[in-house]
């Protein structure tokens, strides 16, 4: 593997806060100072005009290609910047294995997962995931936590109108998978699209660590009370330590409520793609870069949206090495350059934000090793 310098560029490390211009030195896959690749043979990339940052986590993607609801890792993860990819809970544990065995272990991207509590996970569209807590196997589950503790990193469900009201249940599901992820020692992720049980009962459920997903959505029940403002049980549930993920994909997304919710400050901790076969490339979501300039067209600074594609998720995964760049860290690099453009960003409603920046991805290195290149750059 030949030593890298990226000469030029804009450095931006999210852990530090630190940015400055000059150099980055990448050597044996981890981040090196330059001048200690002084007399070695290296090749030198310009990166003037772009800025560079931790590879982006995509903390919430659907990457298992055995059932009806998953993309290959890599062609959605690397054109994007994105160097690690959890998927949202896509396999339980009768299919997990399936999946670490045909895309966790070829992928380049590094792939991580939440474990879906139903055991046979999204395996079909035609109908949703069993949710009698009567089916969890947590004997199973923790065991497969116990067997995988890099790759599994949440316990998943979705309280969802349609999956727990017609087997006559309210808040059961929910209680039994935290107490199931308590003794696997893991935080969950709670799906809360047109959610059976009011949002902020959820919240209060919730244990810090715990993820609030799709906290924008706009169907059913919202974090926006009659009044307009973000109900003050979320705000207490993020008070506690629950974190919030935007987690956008199709229909989880409003700016109905996002607009008042962003205007009162109330920002995701995450931010996330929820890519799946109907949005991959495709609007509304398109890609991480695409929604991350959605919150620039939101007013957000680029240092923060950075943030919360890198070290915030990172945190949440218990590893501050993928969301740095001091030296040492593993080099999962992304190169971004912030261009001009009148933009639009929708909602699966057709409304819309207007935005005249786009971050394009222009070079993804992964472990130190160059793994896309746009046709334009260097």
């Known amino acids: 593997m030949r ?11 999210p852990l530090t806060k630190e940015r ?52 290959a890792p890599d062609t959605i993860s690397l054109p994007s910047g994105v160097t690690t990819a959890v998927d949202g809970g896509t396999c339980g544990v009768s299919t997990f294995e399936m999946f670490k065995r045909n895309n966790i272990d070829p992928s380049i991207t590094r792939v991580l997962s939440y474990l879906h509590v139903s055991s046979s996970g999204l395996s079909t569209a035609v109908f949703p995931e069993n949710a009698d807590p009567d089916c969890f196997e947590r004997e199973k589950i923790t065991a497969l936590f116990r067997k995988y503790p890099y790759i599994l990193k949440a316990l998943k469900i979705r309280m969802s109108r349609n999956i727990i009201e017609p087997a006559g249940l309210t808040r059961e599901p929910l209680e039994k998978a935290i107490g199931i992820a308590e003794e696997a020692g893991c935080p969950v992720v709670v799906h809360v699209s047109d959610p059976v049980i009011p949002q902020e009962e959820i919240a209060a459920m919730l244990r810090p660590g715990d993820v609030f997903c799709h906290m924008y959505q706009g169907m059913g029940d919202t974090i926006i009370d009659s009044r307009g403002h973000v109900k003050p049980e979320i705000r207490r549930a993020r008070e506690r330590g629950v974190v919030f993920d935007a987690s956008n994909g199709r229909s989880n997304f409003s700016f109905q409520v996002a607009r008042p919710a962003v205007g009162e400050g109330f920002l995701p901790d995450i931010i996330s793609s929820d890519i799946s076969p109907v949005t991959f490339y495709k609007q509304p979501a398109v890609s991480l870069p695409r929604l991350m300039s959605k919150y620039l067209a939101f007013g957000l ?78």
Do not use: W
């Open 3 to 13: 030593s890298l310098i990226l000469k030029g560029g804009e450095i931006y490390d």
């Open 20 to 71: 400055r211009e000059g150099g980055l030195g990448i050597r044996d896959g981890r981040i090196v100072p330059v001048e200690s690749l002084a007399g070695e043979e290296t090749d030198v990339i310009d990166v003037g005009g772009c800025t560079v940052v931790p590879g982006f986590i995509d903390y919430h993607i659907h990457l298992y290609t055995g059932c009806d609801g998953g993309v």
């Open 301 to 378: 600074p680029l240092e923060q949206v950075i943030d919360m594609v890198t070290i915030n998720p990172a945190r949440q995964l218990g590893d501050e090495e993928l969301g740095t760049l001091r030296d040492g860290s593993i080099a999962d690099v992304a190169i971004v350059r912030v261009v001009e453009k009148p933009m639009q960003f929708y909602d699966l409603n057709h409304d819309f934000i207007s935005g005249d920046r786009l971050l394009v991805p222009q070079m993804t290195i992964k472990g130190g090793e160059i793994v896309y290149c746009s046709p334009g750059f260097n």
